[in-house]
Each structure stands twice: as C-alpha cells, then as structure tokens.
C-alpha cells in the first residue's frame, strides 16, 4: 500500500476521532485511496482483524472478495489502481450477531471530501446493504438480493454485491445465479476498469 502518493486529507482522516466515544477500541481509519485510483471498494466496515493490522480486507472476507474479483492481493492493494473506502473508516464494535453497523457519522464527513480528489474511478463496486442505500438511493423495502439480481441497472458506474463474509455462503448457495451470471459480468467490468 506503500508507494503511491498520498492525497490531501489522508492527514485529518488519520487523525479523526468524529466517533472515538462509540468505538469500543478506539479510533482506527481503514483507508486506500489515491488520486489515480480506477475501481472503487465501497463496504461496510472493518472487522476486528482489520483494525489490529490496518490492512483494509485482510480477513476471509477479503480473500474470498479478491476471489470474486479475480485478483491477487498485489493488484488488489495496488492503491494506484484500487481504492478502499468503506460506510464506517474504523472498527465499530461487535452487535448480538457480527459487528455493530458502521458509524453514521463517517461517510457524510469523508466520503464526498474523499471523492473530490479520486477523480480516475470508472467502476464503484458497493458490497453490502449500507452501501447500496447510500450511493443507490434505494426505495425502502428493497431487498439486497432484489438490487445485486438488477445489477446491471447500475452499470457503468456501479456494482452491487451481497459482502462476501462466510456468514453469507448460505445466501450464496441459495442464489446460484450469482456465481453463474453475476460474478462473470464483474469479473468482465472489473477488468475493463482497470484496463489502460
């Protein structure tokens, strides 16, 4: 992640501390980005392994993204190329089943002032309900697995994806049209936004 220049406000993201008093361990921003970015992440938030390392998707979560994707963890963490942004900067904490939701307060703060200077993205993926209804503007009551079927609604500049947490290989095995047309497509999209 080393290796590509910084952009302007990695310095106050680093050092905010908007939640500090909601996150049971402190604050951590999990964040890659650059300003030649061309394929943005957009997820939840990280897990607790991810705050221990501060290596964004460094988790079964993350190998089995970068096995839907197609890519190795160099082109993944290649932060020239690919950008990591998630709902929620820092670990938010863990709920009655999986973590805590991310922080409300962070991608109003962040994300637009962040999107300003990442101005090469061609491809958005957005895993995850929280992401969907941010950047998608969903009506309410649609289902995750209703937006990820319509896919291709979204294109070019978006991709909806169910988050590709262990938890959800029930939901995948239950929608075998996602392995059979949804991840070809991605896998189609991705390369194209990454393409010189």
């Excluded at 995850?128 to 289902?143: D, E, F, I, M, N």
């Amino acid at each position: 992640m080393a290796g590509y220049p910084r952009i302007p406000i990695h310095r106050e993201i680093d050092n905010c501390s908007l939640c500090a008093d909601h996150l049971p361990l402190g604050p951590r921003p999990v964040v890659q980005a650059s300003s030649t970015a061309r394929l943005l992440i957009i997820g939840q938030a990280p897990g607790r392994k991810v705050h221990e390392t501060g290596i964004p998707w460094n988790d079964a979560s993350g190998a089995q993204l970068r096995n839907w994707l197609d890519m190795s963890p160099d082109e993944f963490y290649d932060a020239g190329r690919v950008a990591i942004m998630p709902m929620g900067f820092c670990y938010p904490g863990k709920g009655n089943s999986g973590d805590l939701p991310p922080r409300p307060e962070c991608a109003p703060t962040w994300h637009a002032r962040l999107l300003e200077f990442m101005t090469e993205i061609r491809l958005t993926l957005l895993i995850g309900s929280y992401a969907q209804r941010h950047y998608l503007q969903l009506p309410k009551g649609v289902t995750l697995t209703a937006t990820v079927a319509r896919y291709a609604d979204f294109l070019p500049r978006y991709f909806p994806l169910p988050h590709p947490s262990p938890r959800n290989r029930f939901w995948q095995s239950r929608n075998p049209w996602f392995d059979e047309q949804v991840l070809p497509e991605l896998r189609k999209q991705v390369r194209a936004a990454l393409a010189n």
